[in-house]
């Protein structure tokens, strides 16, 4: 597969969630030939008891496997706080292929990367605000 030239649109995408509990939630899902940038993650403590993990899924070149969990931060929520992660980074939407540069830039692999977002036990609640940039290269 030819590695994505072409002209592309890049977009500002948002992502709300209220009253988030005991449950692993998809913030960006990666779609080929989409480069994802993130702008910055909100949380609000709700009640917290337990730690709120960010991570990525996607690809370990170092390892060449397939669907590894990528650990960005995580935090306990404090009831009325809000923590900001406003470090910015960004990720394809699919897996490469293989380890070489061509196969990582055509993102042919048959897995997407994401973006996700895991509470803890149901003594933890969180509200948060993720803001994206999409570019699609298809």
């Not at 994505?4 to 913030?27: F, Q, R, Y």
Request: net charge negative.
């Amino acid at each position: 597969m030819a590695v994505p030239t072409g002209g592309g649109s890049e977009t500002l995408h948002s992502v709300l969630m209220e009253d988030v509990a005991n449950s692993a939630k998809i913030l960006i899902q990666g779609v080929q030939h989409h480069t994802y940038t993130l702008l910055s993650l909100n949380i609000k403590g709700i009640n917290g008891a337990d730690i709120v993990y960010c991570g990525l899924t996607g690809y370990d070149s170092a390892g060449s496997a397939s669907g590894q969990v990528i650990n960005l931060f995580q935090y306990i929520p404090v009831a009325g706080q809000t923590f900001v992660y406003n470090d910015k980074f960004s990720f394809f939407g699919n897996e490469p292929s293989s380890n070489s540069q061509a196969a990582r830039a055509a993102q042919a692999g048959s897995a997407s990367q994401h973006l996700y977002i895991l509470t803890g036990g149901s003594g933890t609640r969180i509200d948060l605000v993720c803001t994206f940039i999409d570019q699609d290269w298809s």
